[in-house]
């Protein structure tokens, strides 16, 4: 008999008092099994992140990985605080036409970022028409729709200009700032008393303010001016900067969660 847990227990209030009833999806697993993939039933993420990746300018390699698994054509892959983005999305925003025609031959979920970039025009009107304002949606890494048609080319040409008559197609949120005010904020911010409770804020090869944490590959950060930025891809996340304190600090909000950082001395 398998042995009753409270990792395999559904508490039935229906049968009485105290009865415990284990369900068959609930029993854990006979100790000799292997799961097939790390997070089984769920998508091999290392291969989620590979196809998203690989989306942006591999065709050949999107193809071998689809054709291993079809069902990562509607696979999505967080960059960082909710950064989400499809095999789709990445061919969308990079003008990968042939990748994208690919991915929707395949079962892909078209959307109105996709439709810009191939020129589709009467369905980006007809959504626009729908939903006045959508036009205003960002995509993925808060790219604009409008950036999505100029990235299709001549082939998008008339979706460009159609979007360029709406005046708000291409709004972006962030600011420029300039390279020493950038160093400003560039630190490492400590946000817990672990050795690991740390996080940089620093620039990149280019010259771009990120965010970088542990393994993860470093976020871009945007201005919003008064030391406030968002996070590459999701400005309902905040990172404040109080740099009259010293040390300086930042606070970083997403949704309901809040973290607070104090900057360490260099």
Do not use: C
Not at 30 to 53: H, R
Not at 71 to 87: H, I, K, T
């Amino acid at each position: 008999m398998t042995p009753i847990t409270r990792r395999n227990v559904l508490i039935v209030s229906g049968l009485g008092a105290g009865t415990l009833a284990v369900p068959g999806w609930a029993k854990a697993p006979a100790a000799a099994s292997t799961l097939p993939w790390p997070g089984f039933p769920q998508l091999d993420p290392k291969m989620v992140a590979e196809t998203v990746g690989k989306s942006h300018f591999d065709e050949k390699r999107v193809r071998e990985l689809v054709g291993m698994q079809p069902a990562l054509v509607n696979a999505w892959w967080d960059w960082g605080f909710g950064d989400w983005e499809s095999p789709l999305g990445a061919a969308s925003h990079t003008g990968r036409r042939e990748i994208a025609e690919f991915l929707i031959d395949q079962g892909a979920r078209i959307d109105i970022f996709a439709a810009a970039m191939l020129g589709y025009t009467d369905v980006v009107k007809g959504l626009v028409a729908a939903r006045p304002g959508i036009q205003r949606t960002l995509g993925p890494h808060a790219i604009t729709l409008l950036a999505h048609a100029e990235a299709g080319g001549d082939k998008s040409k008339d979706t460009f200009d159609y979007l360029m008559s709406l005046g708000d197609a291409g709004k972006i949120l962030a600011q420029p700032i300039g390279e020493d005010e950038r160093k400003k904020y560039i630190g490492t911010y400590q946000f817990g008393d672990g050795a690991a409770d740390r996080f940089e804020i620093k620039l990149d090869s280019r010259g771009r303010l990120v965010f970088a944490y542990a393994t993860e590959g470093p976020r871009m950060i945007h201005s919003l001016g008064n030391n406030e930025f968002f996070p590459a891809g999701v400005p309902t996340t905040k990172f404040t900067f109080d740099l009259a304190k010293t040390p300086a600090t930042l606070t970083i909000k997403s949704g309901a969660d809040t973290i607070s950082a104090t900057r360490l001395a260099s």
